[in-house]
């Protein structure tokens, strides 16, 4: 039973477009998500967070949107570059200091140049 | 590059055998976290450990077990081995802060094969 689902298994966008994963989940008492990037091998590497009490978190072209009434959250990167091409997880936590997470199966993004 | 490092990079096991998988987390960090990821799958949480004592397990069998040192290094042990322990094995350390974000830090894994 997945409790975080990322639906798309891969993704290609042309770079300098808008690239939009998206991930679902399904217990309500996650509160707490964050998005990590994973280049083959090498571990995976945390890119931007958001808790609950927010809807949308930014940082630089990384932006993060949560719904929490669908629950929903999706990952927007604009523009995308080459360099963005990695396998993303979306990971949520019910933990009060978000240590303990569980991780969806991935989205491989490949930006086409 | 994170600071955690994992060896060894990769491991083939046959089937009942153990195996010991070792993480050397940041300097200062007082949390580590254990991750089995299959192929194709995400990262599954297999516990956590803080200031040497488990702080919280997921849903692995006792026959996973592990370690922490007060050098920030730790092991994850796996006896018994059966074929679909195969899989990267990811550790992740963190600063062990009681309120707020705690963000973790890979390593880059160790692939284990059972045969």
């Known amino acids: 039973d997945q409790q975080v689902k990322q639906n798309s298994p891969s993704l290609s966008v042309q770079e300098g477009r808008i690239s939009i994963l998206n991930c679902d989940y399904t217990?309500?008492?996650?509160?707490?998500f964050l998005w990590y990037k994973k280049y083959p091998a090498e571990g995976p590497t945390f890119l931007i967070s958001?808790?609950?009490?927010?809807d949308k978190n930014e940082d630089g072209r990384f932006t993060v949107f949560l719904n929490k009434s669908a629950k929903h959250l999706s990952l927007h990167i604009v523009p995308s570059q080459p360099g963005d091409s990695a396998v993303y997880f979306c990971a949520a936590s019910a933990d009060n200091y978000g240590q303990n997470f569980v991780f969806g199966p991935g989205t491989r993004l490949s930006v086409l140049p | 590059e994170t600071g955690v490092t994992q060896s060894p990079t990769h491991l083939i096991k046959t089937r009942g055998q153990q195996v010991t998988l070792r993480c050397s987390s940041q300097?200062?960090?007082?949390?580590v976290s254990w991750y089995q990821q299959a192929l194709g799958q995400g990262p599954q949480f297999i516990f956590q450990?803080?200031?040497?004592?488990?702080?919280g397990r997921g849903n692995f069998p006792p026959r996973f077990s592990g370690l922490q040192f007060p050098n920030y290094s730790s092991e994850l042990n796996v006896n018994a081995l059966e074929l679909d322990d195969s899989a990267l094995y990811l550790c992740?350390?963190?600063?062990?802060?009681?309120?707020?974000?705690?963000?973790?830090?890979f390593g880059p894994g160790t692939r284990l094969t059972v045969l």
């Open positions: 217990n309500s008492m996650f509160d707490y």
């Open positions: 992740a350390s963190s600063l062990g802060r009681t309120s707020g974000t705690d963000t973790q830090y």
């Open positions: 450990y803080y200031r040497e004592e488990e702080n």
């Open positions: 300097s200062g960090h007082n949390t």
């Open positions: 958001i808790s609950s009490i927010k």
